[in-house]
């Protein structure tokens, strides 16, 4: 089983960084991509960013591509999500979640998923 516990989010302004923390547990880990995924009120949850547990391998939507990183810390089963130059269109629940080592962009291919965690940007 894998457990994924998120921390991070907050209240920031439009222009500021923000760094997303997802910690994550689970022998399989290895064979595993860690995600984010975000929801804002009254839409879909969209890809965000997600990166192979092991090996080469990132993927960044293209909403965010340029302002959003994302990066792992394997002796602390941690992933993170940098994010810089927040938009109020930013503005969502921001979900960690982890599945088997395919289609890593989609919402369907991920198994566990954190509680998610809240970003709210003002201007």
């Known amino acids: 089983q894998v457990q994924l516990v998120e921390s991070g989010g907050g209240l920031v302004q439009a222009g500021d960084p923000l760094r997303l923390s997802c910690a994550a547990s689970g022998r399989t880990l290895s064979s595993y991509n860690i995600g984010w995924f975000r929801q804002a009120p009254g839409k879909e949850r969209e890809f965000v960013a997600a990166?192979?547990?092991?090996?080469?391998?990132?993927y960044i939507a293209d909403s965010v591509k340029g302002r959003f990183a994302i990066s792992r810390d394997n002796a602390k089963n941690a992933v993170y999500l940098q994010m810089n130059s927040l938009k109020l269109e930013d503005t969502a629940v921001y979900y960690c979640?982890?599945?088997?080592?395919?289609?890593?962009?989609?919402?369907?291919?991920?198994?566990?998923w954190g509680q998610g965690t809240q970003v709210t940007v003002s201007s």
């Open positions: 990166i192979r547990w092991i090996g080469i391998g990132t």
């Open positions: 979640a982890a599945g088997p080592a395919v289609a890593p962009t989609r919402l369907t291919a991920y198994t566990h």
